[in-house]
């Protein structure tokens, strides 16, 4: 376990130690050089002291047991008196019976001292020691700091959060009523476990929440231990994996046992599918300090100790990777999906973030909601933040609804690139590609339709853009949607070459997305008659250096079928292509006089598009 954050408190107190061992080193120190630096001091041997004070050039002696110290006769004046000046010289002391009489005879004066050199010594090392002792307990507390650093390898690195601590609730986190509704009796176990016990029921131990990134799979833990009120242990699985072996199974006995004495409790790991990946899979060895640190979690989680009033939440967006042990009956036995959010979720999610956001009154979150198909909790909040800070950009008080649509496409397609200028011929294509795009996708419709075509610059690579939106939620596709979405993609493309007479760099993306759509239709969906009813998709794959990948896309077929399986991708992205042309074919004027209003005002809305359509067909019929 981790121990607690270091208050400010905590923190001025530990600089005021520093502070005061540094200076008391400073002053040993300085006491030290004083005491023995070599100065204006003459050290004599003994005979030249005897001869000096026969000679009458001595004033004064000390006396101490070891040495003799002098000063010398000077005269002074009334104009510049003689200040009080260190001794003169230093002689080591030797057995002389005669040298109190020969200074008595030449009027010495003299007197006796204790020999205080070592003491001073003693007293400046003690302060030194002192100091180094009080600087070295400072810096060993920093290179450890608050979880143990590196001189504690096997202390767990989990926060925690008491009771008090955290502020989520169930109301803070929206569009996942499902989710909540599950999680539910984790909330009344922790509340009052005898409720339970007495009908003989157990709760689960572990609970995993899947889904994709940006669902709010924290936010629920979180919410969960806000709810129950009881303190909140969160890592991540990576923070258990280190490079000595022993280590990570180390931190999670740890882990556990702290969080034993902190029941009932809740144990958040994040991220579990670094941590709990399937043991034995890996083509080039196994990882030895992994699968222990997994083992010791398979024990504390369902072993011989029973850790009553812990329970552990878990959160990953790739289940299918985790070790199965894992997922038995006794640890991770209930999983709960935190999906994307439908329409209404996405209302809901909108509104929680709306609270701390001033919006203007032209804000429809309805409709927001309705376009922002697909969107996960992590987007929307970007999206409502994206608004507020192009409003505080332009000076406004609040976010209107310009400021979500721009967000919107922020999001979708990055940000605007005004800086890349395009030449004349550039515009053109990108003009053309993307009304390919947008004209067979609005003309073969399906389940979206087109909201915006831009020829500004967005992003890292984008030299133009398309959105399209979907009418509603939609949680499966037909084939005849499929080959439509195709079609759109290859759109682009066929128009440059239509109209401009070849194509050019700019449809690369189109074409790895069309690739990749046409192979998932032959070999996942069984959407080809020649190659018919079948899954060939879900084997393993050859990837890099020649390694078979783990839960790879591609499959184990070969020969004959592999053939025929190329053959029909091939021929499914040649039927796409055939439609896209036909559609295009059939409007090349008004192809060219939309164009023509793109290229002047850079972006056309969906109504917009339409309209020029519908005008330039009707005028065809006319003529």
Same mark, same amino acid.
């Given at each position: 376990m981790s121990e607690r954050e270091p208050r400010p408190d905590d923190r001025r107190d530990r600089r005021a130690r520093a502070w005061l061992a540094a200076l008391t080193v400073l002053l040993g120190a300085v006491a030290l050089l004083a005491e023995f630096a070599p100065g204006a001091t003459a050290v004599l041997p003994y005979s030249e002291f005897r001869t000096r004070v026969q000679s009458g050039r001595v004033a004064s002696v000390l006396i101490s047991e070891r040495m003799i110290r002098g000063r010398y006769r000077r005269a002074s004046t009334a104009a510049a008196p003689r200040p009080r000046a260190p001794m003169d010289f230093e002689v080591v002391r030797v057995t002389d019976p005669q040298l109190i009489g020969l200074l008595t005879e030449k009027g010495v004066t003299f007197e006796g001292t204790p020999d205080s050199r070592w003491m001073s010594w003693l007293l400046t090392t003690g302060l030194m020691l002192i100091g180094v002792l009080l600087l070295g307990r400072w810096i060993a507390q920093r290179v450890q700091g608050p979880s143990g650093g590196v001189l504690a390898f096997g202390k767990s690195r989990g926060k925690v959060a008491g009771e008090k601590d955290v502020k989520v609730r169930f109301d803070d986190v929206a569009g996942v009523d499902e989710a909540k509704r599950e999680l539910m009796e984790v909330v009344e176990f922790l509340r009052d476990a005898?409720?339970?016990?007495?009908?003989?029921?157990?709760?689960?131990?572990?609970?995993?929440?899947?889904?994709?990134?940006?669902?709010?799979?924290?936010?629920?833990?979180?919410?969960?231990?806000?709810?129950?009120?009881?303190?909140?242990?969160?890592?991540s699985g990576s923070e258990f994996v280190e490079m000595f072996v022993g280590v990570g199974a180390a931190r999670v006995r740890d882990l556990f046992e702290g969080a034993q004495a902190q029941a009932p409790c809740i144990v958040f790991i994040d991220e579990l599918d670094a941590l709990g990946r399937t043991r034995g899979g890996n083509p080039m060895g196994s990882n030895e300090e992994r699968e222990q640190t997994l083992n010791q979690l398979l024990v504390e989680m369902d072993g011989f100790e029973t850790n009553n009033g812990v329970i552990v939440l878990a959160a990953t967006n790739r289940p299918e990777i985790l070790d199965v042990a894992l997922l038995r009956p006794g640890r991770f036995d209930r999983q709960v999906l935190v999906d994307r959010p439908d329409r209404g979720g996405r209302l809901a999610i909108l509104k929680v973030h709306a609270r701390t956001v001033s919006l203007g009154p032209d804000v429809d979150l309805e409709t927001i909601a309705a376009e922002t198909t697909g969107y996960a909790g992590a987007d929307l909040a970007n999206l409502i933040n994206e608004a507020a800070l192009l409003a505080a950009r332009r000076g406004a008080s609040a976010a209107g609804s310009a400021d979500l649509q721009e967000a919107m496409e922020r999001v979708a397609a990055g940000l605007e690139r005004r800086s890349r200028v395009l030449s004349p011929d550039e515009r053109r294509r990108v003009a053309y590609h993307e009304l390919g795009h947008a004209l067979v996708g609005e003309v073969l419709g399906g389940a979206s339709r087109v909201t915006k075509v831009s020829i500004v610059p967005r992003g890292h690579g984008a030299l133009g853009y398309t959105l399209k939106r979907p009418t509603e939620d939609r949680y499966m596709m037909t084939e005849s949607e499929l080959r439509a979405q195709l079609a759109t993609l290859l759109g682009g493309r066929v128009a440059e070459v239509l109209?401009? #007479?070849?194509?050019?760099? *700019?449809?690369?993306? @189109? !074409?790895?997305?069309?690739?990749?759509?046409?192979?998932?239709?032959?070999?996942?969906?069984?959407?080809?008659?020649?190659?018919?009813?079948?899954?060939?998709?879900?084997?393993?794959?050859?990837?890099?250096?020649?390694?078979?990948?783990?839960?790879?896309? #591609?499959?184990?077929?070969? *020969?004959?079928?592999? @053939? !025929?399986?190329?053959a029909e991708i091939r021929q499914t992205v040649a039927a796409a292509e055939g439609v896209a042309r036909k559609v295009l074919e059939d409007r090349g004027a008004a192809v060219h006089a939309i164009a023509a209003t793109l290229l002047e005002r850079e972006h056309l809305d969906g109504a917009e598009l339409r309209a020029l359509l519908e005008d330039a067909m009707r005028g065809d019929a006319d003529r």
């Open positions: 005898e409720r339970f016990k007495r009908v003989g029921a157990r709760i689960p131990r572990g609970v995993l929440l899947v889904g994709p990134p940006g669902t709010g799979k924290t936010m629920l833990a979180k919410a969960v231990a806000g709810e129950a009120g009881v303190p909140f242990i969160s890592l109209f401009l #007479g070849e194509v050019s760099t *700019g449809a690369a993306s @189109d !074409l790895s997305q069309a690739t990749e759509m046409a192979r998932a239709m032959v070999v996942e969906f069984g959407m080809s008659d020649k190659v018919g009813a079948l899954s060939l998709g879900r084997g393993r794959q050859v990837g890099d250096w020649g390694l078979m990948t783990e839960h790879g896309g #591609g499959s184990e077929h070969g *020969g004959e079928l592999a @053939d !025929l399986v190329d």
